[in-house]
C-alpha cells in the first residue's frame, strides 16, 4: 500500500529511476544507473525501498494481445438499476471471474461501469457477453468495438514536463 509518505519523498533520482523501469524493467541495475546517473547500489536500494512502500507495485511482462489471437478490443458500459452492496459483491466476484475482463472502472455521471475486454472477435465477445448476463444483473449494456489503438501506455507520467 502507498503511504503518503513514501509518494512525498520520492525525488528527482527516484522519478528517473522509476521512467527507466516502466520503459524496460529487464534492463541491467549497472545500465540503469548509469542511464539515470547514479552508481549501483544507491539504485538498487531505492528501488528496494519504492518496492517496499508500495510505490513500485509489480513488474509484468506486456504481452501482445494479437499474438494470443484476442486482437477485438471492446469497451462495455454498464448500467445498474441495483445499487445494494449485495449486487456489487456479485459484479466484483463476475468481474474477477472472467479473464477476458482486462480493467474494470467504477464511474460517476450516467455510466455506472466500464469494463475492457478481450476476445479474438464478435463471436467471441458475444458468449463473453451471454456468460456475464448469467452471472449477474445488469439494467443496461453498451458495447464498443475499438476500430484502432492509438495509444495504450502503462507507464505513468512521472518525470516532469520540460
Given at each position: 500500500m502507498v503511504t503518503d509518505a513514501s509518494r512525498s519523498t520520492l525525488d528527482a533520482l527516484?522519478?528517473?529511476?522509476?521512467?527507466?523501469?516502466?520503459?524496460?524493467?529487464?534492463?541491467?541495475?549497472?545500465?540503469?544507473?548509469?542511464?539515470?546517473?547514479?552508481?549501483k547500489t544507491p539504485v538498487w536500494n531505492r528501488i528496494r525501498k519504492m518496492r517496499e512502500?508500495?510505490?513500485?507495485?509489480?513488474?509484468?511482462?506486456?504481452?501482445s494481445p494479437e499474438a494470443l489471437g484476442l486482437g477485438a478490443c471492446f469497451?462495455?458500459?454498464?448500467?445498474?438499476?441495483?445499487?445494494?452492496?449485495?449486487?456489487?459483491e456479485k459484479f466484483i466476484e463476475a468481474v474477477n471471474r472472467h479473464p477476458e475482463?482486462?480493467?474494470?472502472?467504477?464511474?460517476?455521471?450516467?455510466?455506472?461501469?466500464i469494463l475492457?475486454?478481450?476476445v479474438a472477435d464478435a463471436g467471441s465477445f458475444d458468449a463473453f457477453y451471454r456468460r456475464l448476463?448469467?452471472?449477474v444483473e445488469i439494467f443496461n449494456v453498451t458495447s464498443l468495438l475499438s476500430?484502432?489503438?492509438?495509444?495504450?501506455?502503462?507507464?505513468?507520467?512521472?518525470?516532469p514536463r520540460e
Amino acid at each position: 500500500m502507498v503511504t503518503d509518505a513514501s509518494r512525498s519523498t520520492l525525488d528527482a533520482l527516484d522519478r528517473r529511476i522509476l521512467h527507466e523501469l516502466q520503459i524496460d524493467a529487464t534492463v541491467a541495475m549497472e545500465e540503469i544507473a548509469r542511464r539515470v546517473g547514479s552508481s549501483k547500489t544507491p539504485v538498487w536500494n531505492r528501488i528496494r525501498k519504492m518496492r517496499e512502500s508500495g510505490v513500485i507495485d509489480r513488474q509484468v511482462a506486456i504481452v501482445s494481445p494479437e499474438a494470443l489471437g484476442l486482437g477485438a478490443c471492446f469497451f462495455v458500459l454498464v448500467r445498474t438499476s441495483r445499487h445494494s452492496a449485495d449486487w456489487l459483491e456479485k459484479f466484483i466476484e463476475a468481474v474477477n471471474r472472467h479473464p477476458e475482463i482486462c480493467a474494470a472502472h467504477r464511474l460517476a455521471g450516467d455510466i455506472d461501469y466500464i469494463l475492457q475486454v478481450r476476445v479474438a472477435d464478435a463471436g467471441s465477445f458475444d458468449a463473453f457477453y451471454r456468460r456475464l448476463i448469467e452471472d449477474v444483473e445488469i439494467f443496461n449494456v453498451t458495447s464498443l468495438l475499438s476500430m484502432e489503438e492509438i495509444r495504450n501506455e502503462t507507464a505513468l507520467p512521472v518525470m516532469p514536463r520540460e
